[in-house]
């Protein structure tokens, strides 16, 4: 488990847009939001991310860089990008199960043909622009996400208040 004020993992990732992804390179604000998504296979990751890709103004008013990252090969990873709708959102793939585990990432095997053999459960991360870990919320199953809209206005509370990071110890 990665605690809040400690340094995250290095991060690097392709994304669909045929360009590449670097934690260390974002220059964010406030934070970096990586959201993990389970991949192509699951209806709520799509709902979930289509809510999100809606409010990307919203977190870019706020200084909020963010990305959306699964498991998924490019072929499913750009499937999504092409059938869902996140047009603007950006999404990196070929997360490895050793890097999921890496950030703390619950690992599933998959149980239908339309899942790959292992994937990662979702996760938002909350990252300092210093790439400490400011929040996270990590998940064991697809349920009980967090909200965007609860996300933004808690943003919009730590940047009013000064609102330290809770839970290192």
């Known amino acids: ?3 809040p004020k400690t340094k995250v993992p290095d991060l690097e990732l392709q994304l669909i847009n ?3 992804w670097s934690l260390r390179a974002q220059q964010s604000e406030t934070f ?3 959201v993990f998504y389970r991949g192509l296979h699951c209806p709520i990751c799509k ?3 289509e809510a999100l890709a809606a409010k990307l103004e919203d977190f870019s008013e706020r200084g909020v860089h963010l990305i959306a990252i699964s498991c998924d090969n490019e072929e499913r990873a750009k499937k999504a990008g092409d059938t869902w709708a996140i047009p603007e959102l950006p999404v990196g793939y ?3 199960i050793e890097k999921a585990r890496e950030w703390g990432l619950f690992i599933s095997e998959g149980i239908k043909d339309s899942e790959p053999n292992k994937f990662s459960e979702p996760a938002v991360f909350l990252v300092k622009p210093d790439n400490t870990l400011y929040a996270s919320a ?3 199953m697809p349920f009980a996400r967090p909200n965007w809209d609860d996300m933004l206005s808690a943003i919009d509370y730590v940047r009013k208040n000064d609102y330290p990071a809770r839970g290192g110890q």
């Open 94 to 96: 070929n997360l490895s």
């Open 138 to 140: 990590i998940q064991s």
């Open 1 to 3: 488990m990665i605690k």
């Open 47 to 49: 709902n979930y991310l």
């Open 18 to 20: 045929d360009t590449q």
């Open 32 to 34: 970096t939001m990586l």
